[in-house]
């Protein structure tokens, strides 16, 4: 996954610090905004497995931290609903000049009741995902336990969040109990897509009845089973990630192309610009592409590095048929594979006395109950796989139109 650390400033001037994830294998198509949970940060790895899913979907995905948290500047005790609510018109003004305006957002827990809002202001977007969303942001209020009154009588209190201490003013209490979000939710007009546990003990799944009651079609719920609020669990993130990818694509304007279609086994396609080429054996689809320091884009590995890939598959193959007819114990081959350029003297050539020659260079791990007898041949065999014996060969290349 490609990461850019960027920083870009809300309306009162406050840099916010943010990182977008892009898709490694292709140009993305979309582009997503992620809020995350009260007091958590872009950081949280929760957030990070959802990105990663979205990018192989190709979705590019800009996480931030609100103003005050992670490593964004401001001061958190300044801050309220409403102004999370203006740094995601901020990030969302950040991509639409930078790059391209976002297509998807996506919320998790207070988050999810701030996109909700932002949504509601953001004409390009076609979609909304909530996680674990409050229905109204006085929910969180819970949160700061027996400190309302202290902030109530003095203004402010030091509250205990998450195991960390925040600073909490009278005003964050008045804009929770103002924003009563609602009639945005009624008059969101984009898809909906509500994610929440039922064993959700920060944000009762009541919450997501509600969403799902007051959000006009279409929409839709998918319920997390199992999971906790911050989706502690890697396996639940990846759910989460991959549901989202799967039903954004309904909404978003996916690139229409061909399918790639050949007279042979294998198919290759090439534009006019860069070198990410298309592949088609047979009916699995593959792309190849050179580093970015040659002028590729790196979405794929290179001609080169797909040549060794199949010595090595071969080789594996090779030693485990062997292994298998001979009805010995090899569990499992591991193949690792360097390929590169170097120069010999060719004594049969006097006048081209500096040839080059291509090496690959194969360290091989056999793992199972096995005698150096049948070590020593299986290291025999490696180097009689057909692909490793056509690269020994003389080989005829018939190219024409």
């Known amino acids: 996954m490609a990461s850019i650390k960027i920083q870009f400033p809300n309306d009162e001037g406050v840099m916010l610090a943010a990182r977008l994830e892009l898709p490694v294998n292709q140009h993305p198509h979309s582009y997503a905004l992620f809020a ?107 949160l700061l336990g027996d400190s309302i009154d202290e902030i109530e009588a003095n203004g402010v209190a030091m509250v205990n969040i998450g195991g960390r201490p925040f600073q909490v003013k009278k005003q964050f209490l008045e804009d929770i109990r103002s924003n009563n979000i609602s009639e945005k939710i009624k008059n969101l007009k984009k898809a909906l897509l509500i994610m929440h546990s039922p064993q959700d003990s920060t944000v009762n799944i009541d919450n997501a009845a509600r969403l799902y009651t007051t959000a006009k079609h279409p929409k839709s719920f998918i319920s997390l089973d199992g999971a906790d609020h911050l989706l502690s669990d890697k396996i639940d993130a990846q759910y989460v990630g991959d549901s989202i990818a799967c039903w954004v694509k309904r909404y978003l304007a996916l690139p229409a192309q061909e399918k790639l279609r050949g007279e042979k086994a294998v198919t290759v396609r090439l534009g006019d610009e860069g070198f990410t080429t298309e592949i088609m054996v047979r009916h699995h689809s593959l792309t190849a592409d050179e580093p970015v320091s040659v002028g590729g884009n790196d979405f794929g590995p290179s001609p080169y590095e797909l040549l060794t890939s199949g010595l090595g598959a071969c080789t594996a193959m090779t030693l485990q ?37 291509d090496h690959f260079d194969l360290k091989l791990e056999l793992e199972g109950d096995l005698d150096e007898t049948q070590r020593t041949r299986l290291l025999e065999i490696a180097n009689k796989c057909p692909v490793h014996r056509t690269l020994h060969q003389e080989v005829a290349i018939n190219v024409y139109t």
Not at 36 to 58: D, E, P, V
Not at 122 to 137: Q, R, S
Not at 323 to 330: G, M, V
Request: neutral net charge.
């Open 36 to 142: 995350h949970c009260f007091t958590c940060s872009k950081n949280l790895s929760a957030i990070r497995t959802i990105s990663k899913a979205l990018n192989q979907s190709g979705v590019a995905v800009l996480r931030f931290d609100f103003t005050g948290l992670g490593q964004s500047e401001g001061d958190f005790v300044d801050t309220n609903f409403s102004s999370n609510v203006e740094d995601l018109l901020a990030a969302a003004k950040y991509l639409a000049d930078n790059y391209e305006a976002p297509s998807l957002l996506v919320g998790h827990s207070l988050g999810g009741a701030a996109v909700l809002c932002a949504a509601y202001q953001l004409p390009a977007i076609k979609a909304v995902a909530t996680i674990g969303a409050p229905f109204d942001p006085e929910h969180v209020s819970h």
């Open 321 to 357: 048929m062997y292994a298998r007819r001979k009805k010995w114990d090899l569990k499992e081959v591991k193949v690792h594979l360097a390929h590169f350029k170097d120069y010999a003297s060719d004594m049969a050539d006097t006048e081209n006395s500096k040839s080059k020659i």
